[in-house]
């Protein structure tokens, strides 16, 4: 009898448990109660794609931790600094790289270094933020354009709609959300395996011996190296269009440069922007000898900016610095620049809106 009523209780116990964990995955900031981990930013970070210790690396706190709600990311775009779209002197588009929240931002280290009023736009499309402010034609501005080297055959290499549906703004509460998709489901309950209390430090020393007995790593890093510690992400070194070995054809470099052109014509022509285009190297497309000893990069971005030279499209020139740079400019366990990366991408920012007409002198020398 007392073997059922052992049962019994243990059933309930992990009944109220299960019920809790499908509660706190659905609650906004759930996961912070239950994870013994602070609030962090995962996309990009390697480590986290393993928690093995051997990748451990200590990156810096977020630049403006957000003190009435420490879950919330310091956005720069929440910020009293940030401009209108109307007002702004500089509108910056771009993905994770302008919005790397561990340091301060591209656009709010643009908008402080130079003066100019800095507007960003977390996206692919340049053409976005227009259709949503329903901007009409105005005094000469500049846009920068960013996007990873990794992105550009994902995202560029299609003709983006230059009129795009203006995008609509929610007032959902989204403090619990009862049904979640399929991806938010494995990837929430995933995180409660990883970093959940109590088992943090177990699945940690699981994954580590993995690493170390049998050179277990998961899928989404698979080239690696030791002493000191790199990873790098599966989509720059296996055999996509993103890859560091595709050989891309003189086709596709006219096709990225021809649909560059297209918003480059848009942008002048409706709204008196001019454009500035900025690809990000790839971090194995920089430092690729210390993984590929007999391996050379395909010269996929020294191709494309001869190819926006011949149609005159200004853009910022970050692989040829990066490459003669001595200082690590990432992350080494993320795909992300660090701050010496960050420092050289606004130095040419400001030389090459200089040379377009933007008068500034606070560049400095660093790796120029």
């Not at 009898?1 to 019994?8: F, N, S, T, V």
């Not at 690396?57 to 940030?82: A, G, R, V």
């Not at 560091?244 to 086709?251: G, N, S, V």
């Amino acid at each position: 009898m007392r073997k059922d009523k052992i049962l019994k209780y243990s059933i309930y116990i992990l009944g109220v448990f299960c019920l809790c964990i499908f509660i706190f995955i659905r609650v906004k900031y759930g996961l912070q109660f239950i994870q013994n981990a602070p609030f962090c930013h995962d996309g990009g970070d390697l480590y986290r794609q393993n928690y093995i210790t051997d990748f451990r690396e200590p990156l810096p706190p977020f630049s403006n931790i957000n003190q009435k709600n420490k879950y919330e990311l310091p956005w720069y775009t929440n910020s009293p600094k940030h401009p209108s779209f109307d007002s702004a002197d500089i509108v910056c588009v771009g993905d994770s790289y302008f919005f790397f929240h561990w340091l301060t931002t591209f656009p709010e280290r643009l908008q402080d270094e130079t003066g100019e009023k800095v507007y960003y736009y977390n996206g692919y499309n340049p053409m976005q933020p227009f259709m949503n402010a329903a901007y009409k034609k105005g005094r000469k501005k500049v846009l920068i354009y960013e996007m990873g080297e990794r992105g550009l055959m994902h995202y560029l290499i299609q003709r983006m709609p230059l009129n795009p549906e203006p995008e609509k703004k929610t007032n959902e509460d989204d403090s619990f959300c009862l049904l979640l998709s399929k991806n938010d489901i494995e990837r929430k309950y995933n995180r409660v395996l990883q970093r959940g209390m109590f088992i943090a430090d177990l699945y940690e020393k699981i994954a580590t011996f993995k690493f170390r007995t049998f050179e277990y790593i998961n899928y989404k890093t698979p080239v690696y190296c030791l002493n000191p510690s790199w990873l790098f992400v599966k989509e720059s070194v296996n055999n996509s269009e993103s890859s560091f070995f595709y050989q891309h054809t003189d086709k596709e470099i006219q096709t990225l440069c021809d649909n560059l052109k297209r918003i480059q014509t848009k942008l002048k022509e409706e709204y008196n922007m001019e454009l500035v285009f900025m690809p990000i190297p790839s971090k194995i497309s920089i430092y690729h000898s210390l993984v590929f000893e007999n391996e050379e990069y395909n010269n996929f971005l020294p191709r494309l900016y001869k190819g926006l030279d011949i149609l005159q499209i200004p853009y910022v020139d970050l692989y040829h610095s990066f490459v003669k740079c001595s200082d690590t400019l990432y992350y080494r366990t993320d795909t992300h620049w660090n701050e010496k990366g960050i420092t050289i991408a606004i130095n040419k920012t400001i030389e090459k809106l200089t040379e377009i007409g933007y008068n500034n002198d606070k560049a400095n020398n660093e790796c120029q």
